[in-house]
């Protein structure tokens, strides 16, 4: 297995013959977000499904998943409505599972208020568990929730969300802090912080001490907190090699 953090909350996942993207969100500009990171690294040949936790701008965006190739997209019951001219649209619920190749995704809880605005109706937001050779979890957009702690036994690799694009994050979402509290519940092998340092609203700064913060924090917490998960600061376009290890699964 290996995984490519794109940026923001943009994975690409490779695993068992399968190739996953989550969120994508690749443009320079969106809205009122200005890519600060670099050109997002182009996603060449077949995705085989694409994972969208919530309907949200900034992890639902039509124009980067013009950008993609995939076989099918995974969305939240009720977001498919948003994705009319795109084919291979499979819409779950919580505790729903897809099979993709040789691996199966399941959607799983998040804690997260969906409304894509201006006048969007609610739908739900999810996080997947990707069950593989190696077992992964990407938590799109949430807080702290107690169900993490019976989400995903042996748990190889969490992909958890830290920061965001302005200069606070406020409730449903992991701060470097509460991204460390989930690390006590869900006990991965390693952990990938994402949605950070990537996007910034118009007008904040853009100094490279400032993007790098949350994730320095967070390292800094979860040692104290979570000591015996490995935490990998990645920085957007570079790739993990997930290495194998038995581990009793439930």
């Known amino acids: 297995m290996r995984i490519t953090w794109v940026g923001h909350s943009t994975v690409l996942v490779e695993a068992d013959g ?4 989550t969120d994508p969100l690749l443009r320079p500009r969106v809205g009122h977000l200005r890519r600060v ?5 182009a996603i060449s040949g077949e995705i ?3 994972l969208l936790s919530h309907v949200h701008w900034d992890h639902l965006d039509l124009r980067s998943l013009d950008l993609v190739t995939a076989g099918r997209l995974v969305v939240p019951r009720g977001a498919g409505r948003l994705l009319g001219r795109f084919e291979g649209v499979v819409e779950v619920d919580e505790g729903e599972s897809v099979t993709i190749g040789q691996l199966t995704v399941r959607a799983t809880h998040a804690e997260h208020h969906t ?6 109706a609610t739908t739900p937001a999810l996080g997947y568990l990707i069950d593989a050779s190696r077992r992964v979890y990407f938590a799109g957009d949430t807080d702290v929730f107690d169900g993490m702690r019976e989400l995903a036994p042996a748990l190889d690799l969490a992909l958890l969300p830290i920061d965001g ?3 606070r994050v406020g409730p449903g979402h992991l701060d470097p802090r509460r991204a460390a509290e989930a690390l006590q519940l869900l006990e991965p092998r390693i ?12 007008g904040l700064s853009r100094d ?10 967070f390292q ?3 040692a104290e907190l979570a000591p015996g998960v490995e935490i990998r600061i990645l920085v957007p376009g570079e790739r993990l090699e997930v290495p194998s290890v038995e581990r009793a699964r439930s």
């Open 208 to 217: 490279p001490a400032t993007l790098r913060e949350p994730a320095i924090r």
């Open 37 to 41: 990171a670099g050109p997002a690294p």
């Open 165 to 167: 694009w302005g200069p």
């Open 18 to 21: 399968v190739r996953l993207l």
């Open 191 to 202: 952990a990938v912080p994402i949605h950070w340092g990537t996007y910034r609203r118009l």
């Open 220 to 222: 800094r917490i979860a």
């Open 48 to 50: 085989d499904a694409v």
């Open 115 to 120: 409304r894509r605005l201006p006048l969007g």
